[in-house]
């Protein structure tokens, strides 16, 4: 079963997408290297350090603020496989299922740097640092199917939108 | 017989051709799509992979976050969304002049009007609920998607609905009262759903409605809704462009929360860094500040500058702060100047720019540096949104920015009086 396993990246409430990418960085010549500016103002040096597959961990209210598709693009430019959090902010959540990101809504007890398997088709957390396991319920139908077809444009693509 | 509706299920409905209520997902018609110069690029790209033709008439392009351009990035950018323009013959294309903050200019050229189905690449797009319209924000790859289908999907959302009661005492504005209600419920307290508001609404100016709308968004709300009624009419009769129509809740309308607020017991309010739930009323502020910002899709209307010149007329900006006032759009700047307001603001010492997001984002024209703070009548205050990630923002009314320009901190131009 396909999963994603990686280093676990703690964050707060509210994360908001002026964070995760700031607004000076959004010109269209940065949107191949967008990975380079991530979280740059709130934590400096994060954006180089990420490995591939590693997953964000946080509260409440991810995502917030801005529309710009430009915040989940570039977590995933940046490597990250997951973002797991209790809730997110709504024009975030629908980029990302559009973009290709996975986002899990799930509390899920695990500190900075813990090692962090997500199982999707199971709704598993496994976090393996403290052999603890958390669940979380699937997608309604619709947005699986968005999510298995690769986003809206697919969909578009395939004359079924 | 069918379960009563509130106005985002009664529009979505229509939209859809699908009797829909809160929770459901329905595919429906769009009657406008906004891009700017920020979010368009990713749309176009998109869009022109899938090798279809764009629905041109629904499509709006307005250049407002970057333009005038700042620099060489953004040069290219904007031209991107000039070709993409040109080669589409989009006829909705704004240039430089012709343009302004994206959601003032949805208004002023009559994009926006009761009972329409907008989505803007942009979050503040709920603006346009202050008149009635179920409006909201989406991700570029949606907005082209729009470009090509002329629809989208929606999930109907419940509704809070918002009661209100009373009417603002003098100097108490749109501002403070959403202020107030994100304070009270949190920058998550409407996530995925739509405010509704009712009640004696006539006590709210058509422009503070629009102040309201627009930071539905602040509370993670889809939008923000206020009925259409007289004063929606002649607000937009001048402008509207086609048809519209008007849609009220039905009395047995089935919401997931109520709220009340009486506007006679609103003080004038400041959100303080770094969330807009962090709202005090100014009466407790005790802030310095380095600048003061009028402008911005949220209070960069004509009423605003009003109030803002009424403060200020006569008086001199602080010797320690910049003052900075952006009209919204070319409409609301022409206005200004016919009545007087641009001079007033300049003989007081301010700085006045053509319209412009500029600063409200950390774009250009007013950025802060490390330590500095600024009360701004925008609607975010997050970690370095005006710049530097350690300057602050204090989010306020109009008002209370042309008061806090004069005084040198916050403070409530009803203060002035004794002071200055
Ligand atoms: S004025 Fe500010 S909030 Fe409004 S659209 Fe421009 S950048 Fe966004």
Redesign the interface.
Known sequence: MESHRGKAWRFED?V?T??II???R??????SKMNEFVFE??RPGMAQKINKGDIILAG??FG???????AP?SLIQAGVSCIIAE?F???FF??SL??GLLLVECKVDASEGDDIEVIPKAGKVINHSTGEEFNFPQY?E?VSELVAAG???SL??EGR? | MSKGKTIAEKILSDKSGVDAYAGQIVNAQVDYVMVNDVTGPIAFREFEELGMEPVRERMVLIPDHYVPNKDVASAEQAKEMREFARRWGIDNYFEVGRSGVCHQLMVDEGFAAPGRLIVGADSHTCTYGGLGAFSTGVGSTEAAAVFATGRLWFKVPESIKVNIKGSFRPGVGGKDLIIRIITDIGVDGATYKAFEFSGDISAVPVSDRLTIANMAIEAGGKAGIFPCDEMTEEYIKETVRGEWTSYEADPDAVYSAELEYDLSELEPMVAYPHLPENGRPVSEADVKIDQAWLGSCTNGRIEDLRIAAEVIKGRKVHPDVRFIVVPASPRVFNQAMAEGLLAIFMDAGAYVSGPTCGACLGGHMGILAAGERCVASTNRNFIGRMGHKDSEVYLAGPGVVAASAVAGKIVNPEKLEEVF
Request: charge should be positive; hydrophobic fraction near 35%.
């Open positions: 509210h908001d002026d964070q700031p607004a000076e959004l010109v269209a010549e940065n949107l103002k709130v409440k209210n917030c603020g801005s529309s710009r598709e430009h693009r809730s902010a709504r024009i629908r980029n559009n973009v309604p619709f986003g809206l444009m578009i693509k939108f």
